[in-house]
């Protein structure tokens, strides 16, 4: 057996000061991390945010922290699994959707989720496994069968090629305006901050990894229809299909475009430190340091 570098004493010593770590505060210095996830404030255009769900549940609903209470059901039992861990962001649950049993979160339409101009979606998101060739992931949509086909962001594989793809409808329809798609490969096991800005004026939607931009779908409609289809995440709602095979986190969904310097702005608020907090290197808890040399905390 290893013999301790401490004598008996020494131990008790350490264990007795450690105690008095709970109980004689004022000779403690704590470390506090940033908080767990930006509020709301620190969101560019936060007066246009509809939805805003933390997604940090362990299952069953997500709440919606936009102040519009759309709380999101859990269909066929989205659990939950780490979440980003970040220098300003350490939230420990993000929902975590498995393609094999079909998860998905949804809200029946609202008039406020019915955007018909200009729209954002932000969010944080890792890949379990990647789309097989031909196939697609469906990160958000409000579209279902018949016509009731608004829009959806989704990732996917079209011979060989990876894309980011926004696609939306007039007419709510199956033709739609496909436009241009966004080439980019997201890997597997791999946290990505992403952002949709979609300008219904100049029928364009700009893409965003990590504050960055990626590129830009030209030749999209210049409106979205008013459809009743639910707003489901992980999914298109008809069927459901096109599952999500990842976990994902915060995600956020404005009635406005945002820019390229909202995009750094918002990816930032998760990512950088604000001035003066200290933080511990997964961006979270306390750290109470003890050294047993001197016996002293620091």
């Not at 220098?87 to 979160?105: G, I, K, M, Q, Y």
Request: glycine share 10%; aromatic share 12%; proline share 2%.
């Amino acid at each position: 057996m290893k013999k301790s570098i401490f004598s008996k004493a020494q131990r008790g010593l350490a264990i007795i000061s450690l105690v008095s770590i709970f109980t004689f505060f004022g000779d403690v210095r704590f470390v506090l991390a940033a908080t767990d996830l930006p509020a709301n404030a620190s969101l560019p255009q936060n007066a246009s945010i509809v939805g805003r769900w933390y997604l940090d549940e362990a299952s069953g609903t997500r709440a919606d922290y936009s102040g519009n209470a759309f709380t999101l059901t859990d269909n066929n039992t989205v659990l939950a699994a780490t979440g980003i861990s970040e220098a300003n962001a350490s939230a420990t649950n993000a929902a975590h959707f498995e393609l094999d049993t079909s998860e998905t979160l949804s809200r029946a339409d609202e008039p406020e989720l019915s955007i018909t101009g200009d729209l954002s979606e932000a969010f944080w998101v890792t890949l379990e496994t990647h789309p097989g060739a031909g196939e697609s992931m469906i990160f958000a949509s409000k579209y279902d069968a018949g016509n009731t086909r608004a829009w959806y962001i989704r990732y996917e594989d079209d011979g060989g090629t990876d894309y980011l793809t926004f696609w939306c409808s007039a007419s709510a329809t199956s033709g739609g305006n496909f436009g241009t798609r966004v080439s980019y490969t997201l890997s597997t096991a791999t946290w990505y901050h992403i952002m949709f800005a979609y300008d219904a004026s100049a029928g364009t939607a700009d893409v965003y990894v990590n504050g960055s931009s990626v590129g830009q779908a030209t030749g999209l409609a210049n409106s979205i229809a008013d459809s009743n289809a639910a707003f489901y995440l992980g999914a298109l709602g008809w069927g459901p299909s096109s599952f999500l095979d990842g976990t994902m986190q915060d995600h956020v969904l404005w009635n406005a475009k945002l820019a390229s310097g909202d995009a750094t702005t918002l990816y930032e608020a998760y990512t950088v430190v604000p001035a003066g907090a200290a933080t511990t290197p997964a961006g979270r808890g306390t750290i109470i340091i003890f050294h047993m040399d001197t016996f002293k905390y620091v």
